[in-house]
């Protein structure tokens, strides 16, 4: 099969190439649908992080068009999205092994079904442990914050909090299921925490900001006694000095819930697409840009230096 596909051929520049794809043995080939764009990408973007030229996209969502040998559970027609084989997910078709693939709804829009990044709120959320009666902290309401606030809400805890400086990001936050946001700007956080919990502090906390010197501000919120410190977001630079003192007075355990954190991706994948399934995670006012394939350089440079109102972009082939 013809496929068009980006391909980062230098540093901050893509050109579309066309090159064969077809599916192997176990495999399937599908017609991208979606593809979402991730931050951690944006290391390859820079040339930190793997050797130009190279392909990029890993928030596949789309449907199969044809059968490798020996592929018994899917067929053509099926609505998919799982972890693909390579980075290659900016074209118009990839190749996912069998075992990969997770099979979405009729009744979900399929150019949201970004199972990936979802994966990855599932080891998060695992991670952070919530139990009954819990109080939990989310630090930052970009997409993944958002996720980890929907995935979170209902009667399980005691309070969800979400801490933004962004106003709108709290409305979003508050619609799908914090019960209290915080805004740094106007409200000493772990003040207002300790006030919110009646002085016990938070059980877990979620750091999405990716900003290092949040750490000690998320680990200032938690209760003393195996309070829970999540890591979640990808840094970019070395950590701000981090408070040991604190950290050791509290008796917390910090947890960096990154994809290698999962005993088991595709079934945290598995979790992911059947919260997508159930509606548990919700996309409609979460993507905020789409993009063309063609449109791959403007779409990575808004994702380095994000306008206003910019949430996540996705780029439909």
Known sequence: MKSRRALLVSPRHFEIIEDDITAGTEQVLVKVVAC???????????????NCPQTLGHEIAGEIVELGEGVKGLKPGDRVTGLAVILNGFGDYVVFN??????????????HALGEPLKCIVTVLKAAAPEFGDYGVV????????????????NLLSGLIAVDIDDEKLALARKFGANFTINPKQNNVEARVREITGGNMADFAIEGTGSPSVVN???????SGRGRLILMSSYESEAAPFNLKMAMEKSIELKVAHPGYSLNQ???????????????????DIVSHVFKLDEIQKAFEMLENKPAGYLKGVVIP
């Open 98 to 111: 069998e075992s990969d693939c997770q099979k979405v709804n009729q009744d979900v829009e399929l150019s």
């Open 139 to 154: 630090f930052g309401c970009g997409p993944m914050g958002l996720w980890c606030i929907q995935g979170l809400s209902g």
């Open 36 to 50: 979402g764009l991730c931050n951690w990408e944006l290391n390859h973007w820079k040339g930190q992080l793997g």
């Open 217 to 223: 501000n998320a680990l200032a919120c938690l209760k």
């Open 266 to 284: 595709n079934d945290d994948m598995r979790c992911a697409v059947s919260g997508l399934n159930h509606e548990i995670f919700k996309m409609e």
